[in-house]
C-alpha cells in the first residue's frame, strides 16, 4: 500500500526556522517525483514545487522560489521541505503528495502537516 | 502567469446533478484533473486525463471537455459529495521547459 506519512504539526515563531517531512512507503521511492502544496487556512490549493528523489532535481513555482528549500533523502525514502526565516504568512497546512507515473498529477498525498507561525 | 477559473460556490439538492467548470487557457494543450476535499481531509482524485475515472471512484463522477472549459460533473448528487473541488492541469507558460502546475481557486459544493 503506497503511503505517505507526514511529519506533525508544528508552533514556531516569527523568524524561526522549520523543517518538515514526507516519508513514503508502499512503492518505490526513488522513482516517482514527490510535490508539495500549500492550502493556507480557508483557502485553496497551491503548487509549491516539485522534487525528484533520486537525484534531487527540483523545480519550485515562482511563488515559491527562495522562499522554501525542498530536499530528500532517498536512503529513509523521505522528502523535506524547509524555511530559514518563518513569516506569519507562512501558517498553512502543507501537503506532500505523488506526482503519478506519467508526471501529469498527484495520485497519492500526505495527510498533511499544520505549521502555525505566531508571536 | 497562468490561472485556472471556478466558480466559488454550486449548490444542488439530493438527486440532482451538479456541474463545476474550470476555464484555462491551456487546457485545450493539457488534460485536467479533478481532486475533491473534504474538510479536514487531504484531497482526493476523482477524474484524471479529462475524462477518467479512477478505480474506487463513484460512477456519478464524471468529466468533460470543450476548449478551453473542462466540466465536473456529479449525477445524483448525495449529501457525502459535499466538499470542495479543485481542477488540476499542466502550466505550460515557462520558458524554462521544466514542468509546473496550476490548481484552479476550488468550488464548494453544497448539497442544500
Known amino acids: 500500500e503506497v503511503q505517505l506519512v507526514q511529519s506533525g504539526a508544528e508552533v514556531k515563531k516569527p523568524g524561526e526556522s522549520l523543517k518538515i517531512s514526507c516519508k513514503g512507503s508502499?512503492?518505490?521511492?526513488?522513482?516517482?517525483?514527490i510535490g508539495w502544496v500549500r492550502q493556507m487556512p480557508g483557502k485553496g490549493l497551491e503548487w509549491m514545487g516539485i522534487i525528484y528523489p533520486a537525484d534531487s532535481d527540483t523545480t519550485y513555482s515562482p511563488s515559491f522560489q527562495g522562499q522554501v528549500t525542498m530536499s530528500a533523502d532517498k536512503s529513509i525514502s523521505t522528502a523535506y521541505v524547509q524555511w530559514s526565516s518563518l513569516k506569519a504568512s507562512d501558517t498553512a497546512m502543507y501537503y506532500c503528495?505523488?506526482?503519478?507515473?506519467?508526471?501529469?498529477?498527484?495520485?497519492?498525498w500526505g495527510q498533511g502537516t499544520l505549521v502555525t507561525v505566531s508571536s | 502567469s497562468y490561472e485556472l477559473t471556478q466558480p466559488p460556490s454550486v449548490s444542488v439538492s439530493p438527486g440532482q446533478t451538479a456541474r463545476i467548470t474550470c476555464s484555462g487557457d491551456?487546457?485545450?494543450?493539457?488534460?485536467a484533473y479533478w481532486y475533491q476535499q473534504k474538510p479536514g481531509q487531504a484531497p482526493v482524485v476523482v477524474i484524471y486525463?479529462?475524462?477518467e475515472r479512477p478505480s474506487g471512484i463513484p460512477e456519478r463522477f464524471s468529466g468533460a471537455s470543450s476548449g478551453t472549459t473542462v466540466t465536473l460533473t456529479i449525477s445524483g448528487v448525495q449529501a457525502e459529495d459535499e466538499a470542495d473541488y479543485y481542477c488540476q492541469s499542466a502550466d505550460s507558460t515557462h520558458s524554462s521547459g521544466t514542468s509546473h502546475w496550476v490548481f484552479g481557486g476550488g468550488t464548494k459544493l453544497t448539497v442544500l
Open positions: 491551456a487546457l485545450p494543450k493539457h488534460y
Open positions: 503528495a505523488r506526482l503519478n507515473q506519467s508526471g501529469s498529477y498527484f495520485d497519492y
Open positions: 486525463k479529462d475524462i
Open positions: 508502499g512503492y518505490s521511492f526513488t522513482s516517482y517525483w
